[in-house]
């Protein structure tokens, strides 16, 4: 049986006797980035970031049996806004610097930089380091990104958003459990790791699969100027549906790692499916 042991996400506490001895440390704390913004927020998405992997990394550090394996949380919107080229590990830009990418885009390159610097930083030396550089995790849970979109298709607004040129990267769900468990078994990958399904693609071809999952033909397309508007309503950002992800998983395809969905029209048709089995729907 496990246990629970509460930790603020900042600091060294008891709880990091815990990690001494332990197999593997998974740390996905962060706050969530489904918000505006302001100063206020920002400063939460960044300290949430940084002090937490800070603190993973003091507690590894002092034990004396340190855990074989660290896998942090980062982010696949580490990389530059792309329509063109995907980017993998090796051949993957970095983003910051775009011309014309608003302010709040070069924010969340920011912290994506310092997350994995604080990770780079940390001092673990016995201890395999891995930077989970996710894209959008799909699953049929209440409040995640698969549920808002779902949303909005399930009442007529889930077309383009757009010009519907801008490539979502996502992965299911168990997908994303499954990277998790290969990357413990593989003790030969470390580093920076895209953990997103192979099949990345348009908005307006994403939205289209998706409605047709749901079974809906038509969907009510977002201007550029509605998104703004609907992203102010939703105390939301619409970098979260305007930034170009293309995002492949390099080192994952080349270490033999399958995909069970691989493809999202197949992903979307099972996680709607699971959604409504889920709701009685």
């Given at each position: 049986?496990?246990?629970a042991?509460g ?7 008891e709880?990091a006797?815990?990690l001494?001895g332990a197999?593997v440390?998974?740390?996905?704390a ?7 913004y ?20 003091h507690?590894?550090a002092q ?11 980062g982010?696949?919107t580490i990389?530059?806004h792309?329509y063109?080229?995907?980017?993998d ?8 610097g ?12 920011d912290?994506?930089k310092a997350?994995?610097q604080?990770l780079d ?6 201890t ?5 550089r996710?894209?959008m995790?799909?699953?049929s849970?209440?409040?995640g ?5 779902l949303g909005?298709?399930?009442r ?9 040129r801008?490539?979502?990267s ?10 998790l468990l ?9 580093g ?13 071809d994403?939205?289209r699969?998706?409605r047709r999952?749901?079974g ?7 201007a550029?100027?509605?998104l703004e508007?609907?992203a102010?309503?939703m ?8 930034k ?11 270490d ?8 999202w ?9 699971d959604w409504?089995a889920?709701?009685?729907?």
């Amino acid at each position: 049986m496990g246990r629970a042991v509460g930790w603020d996400g900042a600091s060294v506490g008891e709880w990091a006797t815990e990690l001494d001895g332990a197999d593997v440390v998974v740390n996905l704390a962060g706050r969530s980035v489904d918000c505006r913004y302001n100063a206020s927020n920002r400063r939460e998405i960044m300290d949430s970031r940084l002090l937490s992997t800070r603190a993973i990394g003091h507690a590894i550090a002092q034990a004396a049996r340190p855990p074989g394996v660290w896998l942090q949380a980062g982010t696949a919107t580490i990389y530059a806004h792309s329509y063109d080229r995907p980017n993998d590990e090796e051949n993957g830009v970095i983003g910051g610097g775009e011309p014309g990418v608003p302010d709040t885009w070069r924010f969340s390159i920011d912290v994506a930089k310092a997350w994995e610097q604080a990770l780079d930083e940390a001092p673990v030396t016995a201890t395999r380091k891995v930077k989970l550089r996710s894209a959008m995790v799909m699953s049929s849970d209440a409040g995640g990104v698969f549920d808002t979109l779902l949303g909005l298709v399930r009442r007529g607004l889930g077309g383009r958003a757009g010009d519907g040129r801008q490539y979502i990267s996502w992965i299911h769900h168990q997908d994303f459990v499954r990277v998790l468990l290969w990357l413990i078994e593989h003790d030969h990958l470390e580093g920076a790791v895209n953990v997103a399904a192979p099949g990345p693609l348009p908005n307006a071809d994403f939205m289209r699969a998706l409605r047709r999952a749901w079974g809906i033909r038509f969907g009510l397309p977002a201007a550029g100027w509605m998104l703004e508007v609907g992203a102010f309503l939703m105390r939301t950002e619409t970098e979260l549906v305007a930034k170009s992800r293309r995002v492949v998983p390099g080192r994952l395809l080349d270490d033999g790692f399958e995909f069970q969905h691989p493809a999202w029209p197949e992903a979307a048709r099972d996680l709607s499916s699971d959604w409504r089995a889920r709701r009685g729907a």
